[in-house]
T-cell receptor
Framework: DAGVTQSPTHLIKTRGQQVTLRCSPK?????VSWYQQALGQGPQFIFQ???????QRGNFPDRFSGHQFPNYSSELNVNALLLGDSALYLC??????????????FGSGTRLTVV | DQQVKQNSPSLSVQEGRISILNCDYT??????FLWYKKYPAEGPTFLIS?????DKNEDGRFTVFLNKSAKHLSLHIVPSQPGDSAVYFC??????????????FGKGTKLSVIP
């Protein structure tokens, strides 16, 4: 049973460019959340998608946007990249009505480097 | 303003002994606490959780203790094994409306178990 799959695994972009990261949730999961983990920090919540809608959002600017598709997969888009956007981006999935019982399942992440 | 704090960046323990990882929080609205383990180049893996209405939860070698009055929780690993060497993240969740939760992570503690 495949867990959460993220692509690409590594990415290098130039300041000002735009980037799209992709996530396929674990089979049977319907909710996807995105996190940003800077070096030496814990993951920080960006936003969560359920039923193709953004349900909640962390303290991130509008440059960060997302989408969820009917098959529950999700994309994270970041516009006008800044050097400070360099981080590991993690996708996590869960089944909505068992959100806490088993925790979230995380992917291995996409390492984004902005130069 | 860090709502979840792991004040020890690292911890070294001899194989077979007890590992105790600590976590403090400030938000009284947190209602679920989770521990995740992270190996390099992998996403965080769910380890164990505890509801705010309990003070202890045990799963094999792992036990989490919650002291609500002190806003403190700890993860005990007994006995520690070299394979337990990883970064451990404490996370807390609060209901944020619209049927969803949001996870807040600490910065992590790197555990090294010495053979």
């Amino acid at each position: 049973d495949a867990g959460v799959t993220q692509s690409p695994t590594h990415l290098i972009k130039t300041r000002g460019q735009q980037v799209t990261l992709r996530c396929s949730p674990k089979s049977g999961h319907d909710t996807v959340s995105w996190y940003q983990q800077a070096l030496g920090q814990g993951p920080q919540f960006i936003f969560q998608y359920y039923e193709e809608e953004e349900r909640q959002r962390g303290n991130f600017p509008d440059r960060f946007s997302g989408h969820q598709f009917p098959n529950y997969s999700s994309e994270l888009n970041v516009n006008a990249l800044l050097l400070g956007d360099s981080a590991l981006y993690l996708c996590a999935s869960n089944l909505r009505d068992r959100e806490m019982a088993g925790g979230y399942t995380f992917g291995s992440g996409t390492r984004l480097t902005v130069v | 303003d860090q709502q979840v704090k792991q004040n020890s960046p690292s911890l070294s323990v001899q194989e077979g002994r007890i590992s105790i990882l600590n976590c403090d929080y400030t938000n009284s609205m947190f209602d679920y606490f989770l521990w995740y383990k992270k190996y390099p180049a992998e996403g965080p893996t769910f380890l164990i959780s505890i509801s705010s209405i309990k003070d202890k939860n045990e799963d094999g070698r792992f036990t989490v203790f919650l002291n609500k009055s002190a806003k403190h929780l700890s993860l005990h690993i007994v006995p520690s094994q070299p394979g337990d060497s990883a970064v451990y993240f404490c996370a807390a969740s609060a209901y944020s409306g619209a049927g969803s939760y949001q996870l807040t992570f600490g910065k992590g503690t790197k555990l090294s178990v010495i053979p």
